[in-house]
């Protein structure tokens, strides 16, 4: 694949804006500088690595990321009243379509996946695929057996004739509802825990599947999601 064409499909510009960037001397291969756009390099895997002023990118034929989503940015390009999770990413990202894999509250924090691979976005948004996620909620109230039974059971949420149940439901501490979902219904850990007869204070997603958030991860962080990570996410 010649430099222009790798510089493109990672989201630096149109293709002329790309050549543009190999011609002011701004890319490196393998620490020298190549100011060829039509030069070709082999890429194998996810090995290939340039940089783009300094900074190195990995070539990656679909991006998977992981956020570290924080509390006040919405999951849209057009935010309607606050900051988009977009813009804690480098533009690249927005320049080859990546796009969130559904979506959190702008006051839910926590695990958020993004990608520009939409067979993967529609496997794991699909209402068929049930992939298990694990929220952290903070109550207003104490938590009790009868509103842990209640969540593990099934409560009826406004509106619907169904109950929606947890996978699990288990207190942490006196105010800290560790609880498993299948669904990802509107506001439906919220919902759930008011319905229990709770109220809920602060939402954290903790896990996907067989994916949980690392640790080292701060608020607003991302980073590439590996063949490791995908693995863990499917496994859940």
Not at 73 to 91: A, G, I, N, T
Request: net charge negative; with cysteine; hydrophobic share 40%.
């Amino acid at each position: 694949m010649n430099l222009e064409s790798i510089l493109f499909t990672q989201g630096f510009g149109s293709r002329r804006q790309c050549r543009a960037l190999i011609g002011d001397a701004r890319v490196t291969i393998d620490g020298a500088v190549c100011a060829d756009a039509d030069a070709d390099f082999a890429i194998t895997g996810d090995t290939f690595r340039f940089t783009v002023d300094g900074v190195e990118w990995p070539y990656r034929e679909h991006a998977y990321l992981l956020l570290n989503k924080p509390v006040g940015y919405e999951c849209s390009r057009d935010p309607q009243h606050h900051l988009s999770v977009f813009s804690l990413l480098p533009p690249q990202f927005a320049e080859r379509g990546v796009q969130c894999v559904g979506r959190l509250d702008q006051d839910t924090t926590g695990l958020l996946l993004l990608s520009d691979d939409g067979k993967f976005v529609h496997q794991f948004t699909s209402p068929k695929r049930k992939v298990p996620k694990l929220y952290v909620a903070t109550t207003r109230h104490p938590l009790d057996d009868a509103q842990l039974i209640a969540l593990r059971d099934g409560v009826l949420l406004h509106g619907e004739s169904k109950p929606s149940a947890a996978l699990d439901a288990e207190a942490r501490d006196t105010h800290t509802l560790a609880m498993s979902v299948l669904e990802g219904k509107y506001h439906q850990v919220k919902r759930m825990i008011a319905a229990a007869g709770n109220r809920c204070e602060a939402l954290h997603r903790e896990r996907i599947g067989g994916l949980v958030m690392p640790a080292t991860l701060a608020p607003g962080a991302w980073q590439w999601l590996d063949a490791a990570g995908l693995d863990a996410l499917r496994s859940g």
